[in-house]
């Protein structure tokens, strides 16, 4: 049986507890901690970061409520609804979908937001990557059938998945920055399963590819000595989606080219090389508060200012416009973008669940890493983290395009706006 390890959680004002369990039976009952031992424990870099913008009604010690103590001992923010359901205030911000839904959640209990950047700070390798607080979006389904080589593949597992990416899209920070917080939790009927915290490196830091098509330099990342990673960040840029949303009075606008694509390719390795697991879920966001503009890379654009916008008779078309718009003394002036009216928040998203590959038949399956997964070894070591996967082999020799999680799910709650 894997061990038990207790994550402990206030949510609301309750405490909540949950554990990482053995697969084939009921998790034994963890040790429930009281709110004074959470409230006693050292903060994460992570934890407390959050405060109240305009139009926000929850204060920041009802934000900070929703905590749990993360494998080191510190506290760390978890999950939370866009609404506080003791006192109905507002958060402005959201985090996907709730995880205590999922059939995963009694092993993996509630996600320490940032504990894989904390340990970044730890492991002595010249680093540093702190990210904000609202860009933490969890996605989940409960038995999900995966065909391995597509619909026409002969095999089918059933699978219950969890994942959380860091995927702010309301800042400039992921135009340069490739090192995002990655949590996945899988569990299959053909006993494919890994449980992973690291840092995904996403593409080259510094640059990102164009909704469009070509690589965009967007300038130092943060930390300069970022490893390059498989995969890439397509995002939209101002070349890209101008023609296409300030159209000519024949066309509508195409606010569909407002899509990011944050292609991740992950692999955990243990010290000598070895590949034990790949795994390359796609995040997907539909209406960002935000596109890159290389004639001002230093401002933000933001895709609501664009409902204002007139160039001659070209101008915004279409219906995401609606009522966004005012005439100020003959000017033509958009609501601000973190205004909770725009539709430009990135709250509507999805997941495509790709290939989960393991390569450790006959291995153990609790691993220490760094926090880029590599430097696998079956003891800890400063700035480790803990990783389960499991002692199979499961490549088929064909791989997964799909499928799609959360696609049908929109996370806008009340006052649900930028920065989200």
Not at 42 to 64: K, L, M, N, Y
Not at 100 to 106: C, F, K, P, T, V
Not at 322 to 337: E, I
Not at 385 to 393: H, L, R
Request: glycine share 12%.
């Amino acid at each position: 049986m894997r061990p038990v390890r207790p994550y402990r959680s206030v949510a609301a004002g309750l405490l909540v507890t949950a554990t990482l369990a053995a697969c084939s039976g009921t998790a034994d009952a963890p040790t429930q901690p009281s709110a004074d031992a959470i409230a006693a424990a050292a903060p994460s870099r992570a934890f407390g970061i959050w405060t109240p913008g305009r139009g926000d009604t929850c204060s920041a010690d009802v934000h900070d409520r929703y905590a749990t103590l993360g494998p080191d001992g510190k506290k760390y923010p978890i999950w939370h609804p866009p609404t506080d359901p003791a006192t109905g205030c507002s958060f402005g911000h959201e985090h996907g979908r709730d995880p205590r839904g999922s059939a995963l959640y009694r092993e993996v209990g509630d996600l320490p937001f940032g504990y894989a950047n904390e340990q970044l700070d730890r492991a002595g390798l010249g680093m540093q990557r702190h990210e904000d607080h609202v860009g933490h979006k969890i996605e989940w389904e409960n038995d999900l059938r995966i065909r391995p080589g597509g619909s026409g593949g002969v095999l089918e597992v059933t699978c219950d998945v969890m994942a959380k990416l860091h995927q702010g899209t309301h800042s400039r920070d992921a135009f340069a920055n490739n090192l995002h917080e990655l949590n996945y939790h899988i569990r299959c009927n053909d006993r494919t399963e890994m449980h992973i915290t690291m840092l995904s490196a996403i593409g080259r830091a510094g640059e990102f590819q164009s909704t469009c098509g070509g690589t965009i330099a967007a300038g130092p990342g943060n930390p300069a000595n970022a490893p390059a990673g498989g995969g890439h960040r397509r995002i939209p840029d101002a070349a890209c989606i101008l023609n296409r949303i300030l159209v000519d009075p024949s066309r509508s606008s195409d606010f569909g080219s407002l899509h990011e694509s944050w292609e991740t390719s992950n692999e955990i390795k243990a010290a000598n090389g070895k590949r034990l697991a790949f795994f390359n879920p796609y995040f997907q966001v539909f209406r960002p508060s935000r596109f890159f503009d290389p004639l001002n890379p230093t401002v933000v654009g933001r895709p609501v200012a664009l409902c204002a916008t007139v160039m001659g008779e070209r101008r915004a078309r279409s219906r995401e416009c609606d009522g966004l718009t005012s005439t100020v003394n003959g000017t033509l002036l958009s609501v601000d973008f973190d205004d909770s009216r725009s539709p430009f928040n990135g709250a509507r998203r999805q997941v495509d669940i790709n290939d989960n590959v393991i390569s450790n038949g006959g291995g153990a399956t609790e691993w220490y890493t760094d926090p880029f997964g590599r430097n696998g070894r079956t003891t800890p070591f400063p700035g480790s983290i803990k990783q389960f996967i499991a002692s199979i082999d499961n490549n088929y020799g064909v791989g997964v395009n799909g499928p799609v999680i959360g696609g049908n799910r929109v996370y806008s709650g009340t006052g649900t706006r930028a920065p989200n």
